[in-house]
C-alpha cells in the first residue's frame, strides 16, 4: 500500500537523484577553454589618471593577481613571454555618495573609481588579442569616522582604501586576460 510517507521517500528520493545526475558534470574553477598562452609579460603599469605613485603599486597587485590565478606563468622578460599585457590608468575620480548631516555640501561618503584600458598582444605572432579593453574598479571610503564627527579624514580614507582598489583592478584585468572570450 502507497503512503504519504512512502510516496514521500521516493519523491525525495527521485529528486535526490536528479540533482545529483543535474551536477555530474559540473567542474570548479574557471572552466575547460585553453589559453592561447602560456606565459605572460606585464609591462609596468602606466599612469595617465595622474595618480601619484599608483603605478608602482597597480603593477605590483596586478603581478600578484595572475600568479595567484596560476594559468600562466610571469616572466620578467618581453622575449620569454608568449603574450604581453599592457595597462594604462586612465582615469579616478570621486563620487560624492552621503552628505554629512551638518552640512550637506560636504561628503560624508564617496566612491572611488579608477579605469584602465587594457591591451593584450599576441607576441609571436604580434596580433592584438584585445585592445583598449576597459576595466573598472570602485570601492567605498568614509571621511569621517562616525557620523557625527565634524573633522574630514578623507585622504587618509583614500591612502588607506588605494591598496584595496588596486586589488580589486587587478582581479578584474587578470579575469578579462584569462577568462576564455
Aim: with cysteine; aromatic share 6%; glycine share 6%.
Amino acid at each position: 500500500m502507497l503512503t504519504a510517507r512512502n510516496l514521500l521517500k521516493y519523491v525525495t528520493a527521485i529528486a535526490t537523484l536528479a540533482l545529483l545526475a543535474a551536477c555530474s558534470h559540473y567542474q570548479l574553477g574557471a572552466g575547460g577553454g585553453t589559453l592561447a598562452f602560456k606565459t605572460l609579460y606585464i609591462v609596468p603599469v602606466e599612469n595617465s589618471a595622474g595618480m601619484p605613485q599608483a603605478g608602482a603599486l597597480f603593477s605590483t597587485q596586478l603581478r600578484d593577481a595572475f600568479i595567484r590565478d596560476g594559468r600562466v606563468s610571469i616572466v620578467n622578460s618581453p622575449d620569454q613571454a608568449d603574450a604581453i599585457l599592457a595597462v594604462n590608468l586612465a582615469n579616478y575620480s570621486r563620487n560624492m555618495t552621503t552628505a554629512r548631516g551638518d552640512d550637506s555640501g560636504l561628503a560624508r561618503k564617496f566612491d572611488l573609481i579608477v579605469s584602465v584600458l587594457a591591451t593584450l598582444t599576441d607576441n609571436r605572432t604580434g596580433k592584438l588579442l584585445f585592445e583598449k579593453r576597459p576595466v573598472n574598479a570602485t570601492r567605498q571610503i568614509f571621511t569621517t569616522p562616525t557620523p557625527a564627527a565634524t573633522q574630514s579624514e578623507q585622504l587618509q580614507a583614500e591612502y588607506n582604501t588605494m591598496p584595496l582598489l588596486a586589488a580589486d583592478l587587478a582581479n578584474s584585468v587578470a579575469h578579462a586576460v584569462l577568462d576564455v572570450w
